[in-house]
C-alpha cells in the first residue's frame, strides 16, 4: 500500500521471492506505468519490473482477499489511510510496516497506530527495519533486514515472503526497539547531513554516528527494547547506511540545512518523505517523560523548528557536559 521508492522496490523483494504482488498507488500515472510498462519511471528511472508485479488505484482491489499487506504511506497520513481502508482487510491477515517514524499527534509507534484503528491483536502486525536504501535495492544489490513482531511466527513467515538471494530478513520479537531504531536513525541522519552540509569531516560524522546510536539505546531500553537490537540491523545497520549515503532523503536534507538552505528548498532537495523531521517533536516528547537527555535530537529541533543557524547547533553538541561515556 503505497506507490513510492520503498513500496515499489519492496514489491520487487517479494516478486523476486516467488509471490504475486498487487501495489497500491494513488497516482493514476504511477499506476499505468507499472502496468503497461513494468516500470515506476517516477521513482527508479530506467528499472524493468517484475510481471509478478501489478497496480491498481483501488484499495479494494488491492486488499480483496490478501493476507500480507505492507504500508509504506508516509507516517502521518496511515492513520487516515487505515480508516479508509479498514473495511477491505481480511480479518486474517498479517499487516507489515515499512514506515519509519512516529504519529505526530498521538506519539504512537507505527504498530501501534495499526492495531489501534484495525482492532488486531499484535500477533498479527510486523515492521521492517535495517539499511534497506530503495535506490539500491531496486538493482539487487545485496542487503539484510530486521523483521520483528511479537508473534515469532508471524516475523518468521514474514522473513521467508522477502527472501531471495539478494535480501535476507532476520527476524526478532523485540517490535519496540526495531521501531525506535528506524525512527531515531533519521534523526541522527539529519544530523549527520548537517554536518557534511557544513563541510565537516569523517571525525565529525563518526562521533555524531556513535553518540546518536547511544540515543537512541537509552530511549530504547527506556521503553522496554532489548540493547541487542540496536546492535544489529535495524539499529547500526540501519543508522550508518541512512546517516552516510547521498541516497538517504534524511541525510540530504540535512546537507541542505548544514549549506544553509531553507527547510522548503531542502526539503525539495530531498525528493520525498523526511521522517526524521516529522518524528523530532513525538520523540523528544517521549525521550522528556522518561527523563532522557537526547542533544542531537534537541539540536536538530533547533534549525528544524527555531531556525537556529547550523554552525551554532553544532557548536552546541560538542558543549554538552563531560561524563562517563556510557552513562
Not at 69 to 85: G, H, T
Request: charge should be negative; hydrophobic fraction near 45%; glycine fraction near 8%.
Amino acid at each position: 500500500m503505497g506507490g513510492g521508492a520503498w513500496a515499489t522496490a519492496c514489491a520487487q523483494v517479494l516478486a523476486d521471492a516467488g509471490n504475486n504482488v498487487v501495489l497500491w498507488a494513488r497516482n493514476e500515472a504511477v499506476v499505468n506505468d507499472i502496468n503497461e510498462n513494468r516500470k515506476n519511471s517516477k521513482f527508479h528511472p530506467g528499472v524493468k519490473l517484475s510481471s509478478r508485479v501489478s497496480a491498481t488505484t483501488s484499495a479494494q482491489v488491492a486488499l480483496d482477499k490478501k493476507e500480507l499487506v505492507f504500508f509504506a504511506v508516509p507516517a502521518q497520513s496511515l492513520r487516515e489511510n487505515l480508516e479508509d481502508w479498514q473495511d477491505f482487510v481480511s480479518p486474517t491477515a498479517v499487516f507489515v510496516s515499512l514506515i519509519k517514524g512516529i504519529e505526530n499527534s498521538t506519539k504512537m509507534r507505527i504498530s501501534e497506530v495499526i492495531i489501534d484503528v484495525l482492532n488486531c491483536s499484535e500477533n498479527r502486525v510486523a515492521v521492517v527495519s535495517g539499511p534497506n536504501l530503495a535506490g539500491e535495492i531496486i538493482h539487487r544489490q545485496p542487503t539484510a533486514t530486521t523483521i520483528a513482531s511479537a508473534d515469532e511466527d508471524v516475523a518468521a513467515d514474514v522473513a521467508n515472503a522477502l527472501a531471495t538471494n539478494y535480501f535476507r530478513a532476520f527476524w526478532t520479537t523485540d517490535v519496540i526497539g526495531t521501531e525506535l531504531a528506524g525512527s531515531v536513525k533519521n534523526i541522527v541522519a539529519i544530523a549527520n547531513g548537517i554536518a557534511v552540509g557544513l563541510g565537516l569531516g569523517e571525525n565529525t560524522q563518526s562521533a555524531l554516528i556513535t553518540r546518536g546510536l547511544a540515543e537512541m539505546t537509552r530511549l530504547g531500553v527506556a521503553l522496554g527494547a532489548k540493547t541487542e537490537t540496536f546492535l544489529g540491523l535495524a539499529g547500526i545497520g540501519d543508522l550508518i547506511a541512512t546517516s552516510q549515503s547521498p541516497l538517504s532523503r534524511n541525510r540530504t536534507f540535512g546537507e541542505a540545512l548544514g549549506q544553509g538552505k531553507t527547510i522548503e528548498d531542502a526539503q525539495l532537495k530531498a525528493h520525498g518523505t523526511v521522517e526524521g523531521a516529522k518524528s523530532l517533536a513525538p520523540l523528544l516528547a517521549i525521550a522528556a517523560k522518561y527523563e532522557l537527555d537526547m542533544p542531537i535530537a534537541a539540536q536538530v529541533l533547533r534549525v528544524i523548528r527555531d531556525g537556529d543557524d547550523a554552525h551554532d547547533v553544532m557548536a552546541a553538541l560538542l558543549d554538552q557536559p563531560i561524563t562517563a561515556e556510557n552513562e
